[in-house]
């Protein structure tokens, strides 16, 4: 069997990173993959500015520690102050630029305003030093820099810095488009009478899901036919459109598994038994498009998953996830993991590489879902991510275990 790294990185070798992209709006671009490193033309913050509101002030002219100054003026964010004499203050609010002459900020709670017979007056109850709550030019960003890396997924933190610096529009890659589709004729959709030996398909929507937060176009043909000729019909009607086909069941030699010997005869497959649980067959190949040349644009991309739900879910996550993520231009596809308590007993040591359903409970530990079959969809609701135990590995209450949350691998 192959191991979890080695079948990943195989994967990952294979994949063809999209080429073709779009300009969007800054403002619609969230969740897409960026395709061109972007620079900034200014710096940022533009020009010398305050953090607080307060007075701007010559340091020189509050050593004091009781100095009470001539207020010269008044600077609200937005607008540019005269200079600033010495022995005056500028009341000023957050985010203004700091006058010439200036070079400090006294907060307001530091300062009682007055008025005297020359006017309205300042003492400034603080001893300053110079550059004391002033925000510096390009403090934040340097003007050529490099704020954003290609292959970045665009996030609210990303729009908003690229909005700062003033980009209005971005270069993304296009979406990957994908196609799925369902076998098994024992397969009903909610809403269906269920039939003696029916089960609903609980595969497709969760893949879906998966698929719309990793922000790919999707064509779902549905639950198809168990019969050779329907899969290569839907196989072939996929490849034409997109990029990547992903089943769920069917994957497996038995004689109503048609998935194998359909991608087989509209192209090539490779079938992998994984040191993986749940989740051991992975199905990866290439079904060609009709019309097309033999080379890699004739082809989509096929990745077949095992049909228990929660083999599919996870599979999904440790695989496919990777995948669509390099496809898109992503370079660092890698899923951070957490050292962190168990708070349970695991006896049972397998050959394979265990993702088990744990929770983290109220004392920072982790809980073990009681039931972690294949089948038990409830686990992936009931957790918070996946424990990686390795092959052979026994776990003791107590023992430090790597730990996975669903946050990280659904990002």
Same mark, same amino acid.
């Given at each position: 069997?192959?191991?979890?790294?080695? !079948?990943?990185?195989?994967?990952?070798?294979?994949?063809?990173?999209?080429?073709?992209?779009?300009?969007?709006?800054?403002?619609?671009?969230?969740?897409?993959?960026?395709?061109?490193?972007?620079?900034?033309?200014?710096?940022?913050?533009?020009?010398?500015?305050?953090?607080?509101?307060?007075?701007?002030?010559?340091?020189?002219?509050?050593?004091?520690? @009781?100095?009470?100054?001539?207020?010269?003026?008044?600077?609200?964010?937005?607008?540019?102050?005269?200079?600033?004499?010495?022995?005056?203050?500028?009341?000023?609010?957050?985010? /203004?630029?700091?006058?010439?002459? !200036?070079?400090?900020?006294?907060?307001?709670?530091?300062?009682?305003?007055?008025?005297?017979?020359?006017?309205?007056?300042?003492?400034?109850?603080?001893?300053?030093?110079?550059?004391?709550?002033?925000?510096?030019?390009?403090?934040?960003?340097?003007?050529?820099?490099?704020?954003?890396? /290609?292959? &970045?997924?665009?996030?609210?933190?990303?729009?908003?810095?690229?909005?700062?610096?003033?980009?209005?529009?971005?270069?993304?890659?296009?979406? %990957?488009?994908? !196609?799925?589709?369902?076998?098994?004729?024992?397969?009903?959709?909610?809403?269906?009478?269920?039939?003696?030996?029916?089960?609903?398909?609980?595969?497709?929507?969760?893949?879906?899901?998966?698929?719309?937060?990793?922000?790919?176009?999707?064509?779902?043909?549905?639950?198809?036919?168990?019969?050779?000729?329907?899969?290569?019909?839907?196989?072939?009607?996929?490849?034409?459109?997109?990029?990547?086909?992903?089943?769920?069941?069917?994957? @497996?030699?038995?004689?109503?598994?048609?998935?194998?010997?359909?991608?087989? !005869?509209?192209?090539?497959?490779?079938?992998? &038994?994984?040191?993986?649980?749940?989740?051991?067959?992975?199905?990866?190949?290439?079904?060609?498009?009709?019309? @097309?040349?033999?080379?890699?644009?004739?082809?989509?991309?096929?990745?077949? +998953?095992?049909?228990?739900?929660?083999? @599919?879910?996870?599979?999904?996550?440790?695989?496919?996830?990777?995948?669509? +993520?390099? %496809?898109?231009?992503?370079?660092?596809?890698?899923?951070?993991?957490?050292?962190?308590? /168990?708070?349970?007993?695991?006896?049972?040591?397998?050959?394979?590489?265990?993702?088990?359903?744990?929770?983290?409970?109220?004392?920072?530990?982790?809980?073990?879902?009681?039931?972690?079959?294949?089948?038990?969809?409830?686990?992936?609701?009931?957790?918070?991510? %996946?424990?990686?135990?390795?092959?052979?590995?026994?776990?003791?209450?107590?023992?430090?275990?790597?730990?996975?949350?669903?946050?990280?691998?659904?990002?």
């Amino acid at each position: 069997m192959l191991s979890v790294a080695d !079948a990943r990185d195989f994967l990952l070798a294979a994949a063809r990173p999209l080429m073709e992209t779009e300009k969007l709006a800054t403002i619609d671009a969230h969740g897409r993959i960026l395709a061109e490193a972007q620079t900034s033309q200014l710096n940022v913050p533009p020009a010398d500015n305050t953090q607080m509101d307060g007075y701007a002030v010559r340091a020189a002219d509050c050593a004091s520690g @009781s100095a009470t100054l001539h207020i010269s003026q008044r600077i609200p964010a937005g607008y540019v102050g005269q200079p600033l004499e010495p022995g005056t203050a500028a009341r000023i609010f957050t985010g /203004a630029m700091i006058p010439d002459g !200036a070079d400090a900020v006294v907060m307001q709670e530091a300062c009682e305003a007055g008025k005297n017979e020359y006017g309205d007056v300042v003492t400034v109850r603080h001893v300053p030093v110079a550059g004391e709550w002033i925000r510096r030019a390009g403090e934040d960003i340097r003007e050529g820099a490099t704020i954003l890396q /290609a292959g &970045q997924r665009l996030r609210a933190q990303e729009l908003g810095l690229a909005a700062s610096v003033g980009l209005a529009t971005l270069p993304v890659v296009r979406k %990957l488009r994908v !196609a799925v589709f369902f076998t098994g004729d024992e397969l009903a959709m909610p809403g269906e009478a269920l039939k003696p030996g029916a089960i609903y398909n609980s595969n497709r929507f969760t893949l879906r899901g998966l698929l719309q937060r990793l922000g790919c176009e999707m064509t779902d043909y549905g639950i198809v036919p168990d019969t050779l000729e329907a899969t290569r019909t839907t196989l072939r009607r996929a490849a034409q459109y997109h990029d990547l086909i992903i089943t769920s069941g069917g994957v @497996s030699v038995g004689e109503e598994d048609h998935v194998k010997p359909a991608v087989e !005869a509209e192209g090539r497959l490779n079938m992998w &038994q994984i040191a993986l649980k749940p989740g051991k067959p992975l199905a990866f190949g290439e079904v060609d498009r009709s019309g @097309s040349d033999a080379d890699a644009a004739g082809k989509a991309f096929f990745l077949g +998953l095992p049909g228990n739900p929660v083999s @599919s879910f996870v599979t999904f996550l440790l695989f496919v996830r990777p995948f669509i +993520l390099r %496809l898109q231009g992503v370079q660092d596809v890698g899923v951070p993991s957490y050292a962190m308590r /168990a708070d349970f007993d695991w006896p049972r040591a397998d050959r394979r590489n265990e993702f088990l359903r744990a929770r983290i409970n109220p004392q920072g530990g982790l809980d073990l879902f009681p039931n972690q079959s294949s089948g038990v969809l409830t686990s992936t609701v009931w957790g918070d991510g %996946l424990i990686d135990n390795p092959p052979g590995k026994t776990i003791a209450r107590g023992e430090v275990v790597r730990f996975i949350p669903f946050s990280e691998l659904m990002a």
